[in-house]
């Protein structure tokens, strides 16, 4: 409570700071402030211009450029977007047209993003970076030599959006003469995954983060991205068609639509689906009318679906849930960061994925995580950001066809685990501060825009009980982990108001099917359940199945 009157108090602070002085600090001087400060190699600032249609309307703001360096080759563009303060003609906001707050914009795949408009839009300080290089490839973080360019993957990694951070809130301070009462950062994908290193590795600089669909431990999964290619090739020789892909997720959703409760063409939690693409061989009475497969198919399929495991039968990392989307990693062309991750793993930019079995997978997904997934993989603990009274959001689409969701899961019950006063996984306790919301039926970044919700939540102590998801013809309630949305028994199926929050996804078999293979032993490493806070007596159990 006191926490909470405190940060109310802040933006009353500015208000009155605001009404008795105006800035005097102009936005063509900004960049003779950054002069000298450590790291900056160049600076500018210049007022942008409104813009009205035909273009997307944008408000006049000050823009801010720094090119960021501690060496030659270090070259990270920093952008900072700020509402024009009350010297340089703002009005409407806490100083200037300035809300007071600061919001960090996350970039996709390997690029980072300098498009500002949005926060600048909505009266926030907006920032962003390019990760170090322009355009989205990859490949550089090894050289041809064979050695890791470990400026260039710390630059991507984590130091473009740290320093964006910092630069941030610094320069805002020197336009608006005050300090901002709020800063949030807002990402999906890879600018998800950023948002999770900011909160492990700059604890006490955001109050908000909202990070959906982040792409988190990026050397397991963007690995994990080339499994199917691999055993398709193994097991048919070719890639499977899109409409054979397609069909048989569809088979998959048809069959276990109705788990819970309602035929909607989505399965709630995909991880409790057992159907196996066999139904769909050829020739089997199950078979659809058109696009059946073959057994090496089928088998393919069940394979891409389970994910990778050992020669042990362990799992190395998780699989495409079934109802997932399965062309966009397994197409006729592999997904381009899945085959630069491969790169990654041997060091070597000219390793051919093609000569890796599935059998051999294994040694590459180990290789890379004891050659560079410490650097790249985003696993730490939240204790810095949780003292500092910071929010963790996240969306995540069930159905997620790039990221694999169980790993963002994965990680939501090592915290629960981690932040528990007993010796199971605390989800309330851990809702105080983090909350994950699955999104049944989405794919990557396909989830409600869900910005103005952490803010309730930082700025207010609403903590989101449920999120809704809107579409032209429907409307559910997403819930927090481990919840689902659950229905009352009467009204219409496309209106939320018919179901409640409530049930306990975490089962034990789901949970302990969700348990790694020893994370830098993934070629013959046991089933490791260290930070799962599960019995792992139990979980063997469980496997062998009440009839052994």
């Known amino acids: 409570m006191h926490r909470l009157i405190a940060r109310t108090a802040r933006l009353a602070a500015l208000v009155l700071f605001s009404s008795a002085a105006n800035a005097a600090v102009h936005c063509t001087e900004l960049a003779n402030s950054l002069v ?212 048989a997720s569809a088979s998959a959703v048809a069959a276990c639509d109705a788990a819970d409760g309602v035929v909607d063409g989505i399965i709630d939690d995909p991880r409790t689906c057992k159907f196996s693409a066999r139904a769909n061989v050829c020739g089997e009475s199950t078979a659809p009318a058109t696009n059946c497969l073959t057994l090496q198919e089928a088998d393919a399929i069940d394979k891409i679906w ?7 039968g362990n799992k190395i990392w998780f699989g495409l849930d079934r109802g997932t989307s399965l062309p966009a990693l397994n197409g006729t062309t592999p997904f381009a960061l899945g085959v630069t991750q491969f790169h990654w793993d041997e060091h070597d930019r000219n390793f051919d994925w093609h ?83 699955r999104v049944p039926g989405a794919g990557h970044c396909a989830v409600p825009q869900a910005f103005s919700t952490l803010v309730n939540w930082v700025e207010h102590g609403v903590a989101p009980a449920q999120i809704i998801n809107q579409s032209a013809t429907r409307s559910r309630p997403l819930c927090p982990y481990p919840q689902t949305a659950i229905y009352r028994g009467s009204g219409s199926t496309d209106d939320a108001a018919n179901f409640y929050c409530g049930g306990n996804l975490e089962k034990l078999q789901t949970v302990c099917e969700d348990a790694l293979a020893k994370y830098k032993n993934e070629a013959s490493g046991p089933t490791d359940y260290s930070g799962m806070g599960v019995n792992p007596v139990a979980c063997e159990n469980t496997a062998r199945g009440p009839s052994r």
């Open 355 to 437: 000569t890796v079995s599935a059998d051999e997978y294994p040694l590459v997904a180990q290789d890379g995580s004891r050659n560079i997934a410490d650097v790249t993989d985003t696993f730490g603990s939240l204790d810095t950001f949780k003292a500092h009274g910071g929010k963790l959001l996240t969306l995540v689409g069930a159905n997620d066809q790039l990221i694999m969701p169980r790993g963002v899961i994965n990680y939501y019950r090592q915290m629960a685990a981690r932040y528990s006063n007993h010796d199971k996984p605390d989800f309330k306790r851990l809702q105080d501060f983090y909350r994950l919301f």
């Open 306 to 312: 389970d994910g990778p495991r050992n020669a042990e």
């Open 36 to 247: 000298g400060s450590p790291g900056v190699k160049s600076a500018n600032s210049q007022i942008i211009p409104a813009t009205v249609p035909p273009s997307p309307p944008v408000v006049s703001y000050c823009q801010v450029n720094i090119l960021y360096g501690t060496n030659a080759n270090q070259n990270i563009n920093i952008r900072v977007g700020l509402p024009l303060n009350a010297a340089d003609g703002g009005s409407g906001g806490v100083q200037g047209a300035w809300n007071g707050r600061t919001e960090g914009i996350g970039g996709g795949g390997c690029s980072g993003s300098l498009n500002v408009n949005g926060p600048v839009n909505a009266g926030y300080v907006g920032s962003g970076n390019d990760t170090g290089h322009s355009g989205g490839n990859c490949e550089p973080g090894v050289n041809t030599d064979g050695t890791y360019n470990l400026q260039f993957i710390n630059d991507f990694i984590r130091n473009g959006m740290k320093q964006q951070i910092l630069f941030s809130k610094a320069v805002a301070g020197t336009y608006y003469e005050m300090k901002p009462a709020y800063n949030y950062w807002n990402g999906c994908s890879t600018g998800g995954r950023q948002g999770y290193v900011l909160a492990q590795e700059l604890g006490t600089e955001l109050d908000g983060i909202l990070a959906n669909a982040p792409a988190m431990y990026w050397t397991r999964f963007q690995t994990a991205q080339m499994w199917g290619q691999i055993v398709m090739k193994d097991l048919v020789g070719a890639p499977i068609s899109a409409a054979k892909l397609n069909q």
